[in-house]
């Protein structure tokens, strides 16, 4: 289930009178992300600074997922260049539009559909402007 907090206010809802449910929230909140990363992804961050601006595009709820970004270590890591839409794919051909310079994209998606849409979608409109 994608929206993490709808679920809870769902089930907070249905058990009002539960005080476990602010335990759930908590650790929702809380929860450790950096222990989730990918292995070694702090240090091709660091190593793609080396080259340029990083940007972490990211999709979904704008205050859960900047959470879940910050407790992960990530938002520091670029130094806050953390933009977050609701679908992240229909942006990247004005992302990559609004470059004032020629640069090279590097996309790590969390599926291969969203990738595959993606690089699909980018493709596309390459493209045409050309």
């Not at 992300?33 to 070694?40: A, D, K, M, S, V």
């Not at 879940?68 to 051909?93: F, M, N, P, R, S």
């Amino acid at each position: 289930m994608d929206d993490y907090l709808g679920a809870l206010q769902h089930y907070h809802n249905a058990h009002a009178h539960d005080p476990h449910v602010l335990e759930v929230s908590r650790f929702i909140i809380d929860y450790p992300f950096e222990t989730r990363l990918f292995p070694h992804a702090s240090q091709v961050v660091r190593r793609f600074k080396k080259w340029g601006k990083v940007v972490i595009v990211s999709d979904g709820d704008v205050v859960f997922q900047a959470r879940k970004i910050e407790l992960a270590g990530l938002y520091k890591a670029v130094d806050g260049h953390v933009l977050i839409y609701t679908h992240k794919e229909q942006e990247l051909v004005v992302l990559c539009a609004a470059s004032l310079a020629w640069f090279s994209v590097a996309l790590f998606c969390d599926s291969f559909e969203s990738n595959y849409e993606s690089d699909q979608q980018y493709s596309a409109e390459r493209r045409i402007d050309a």
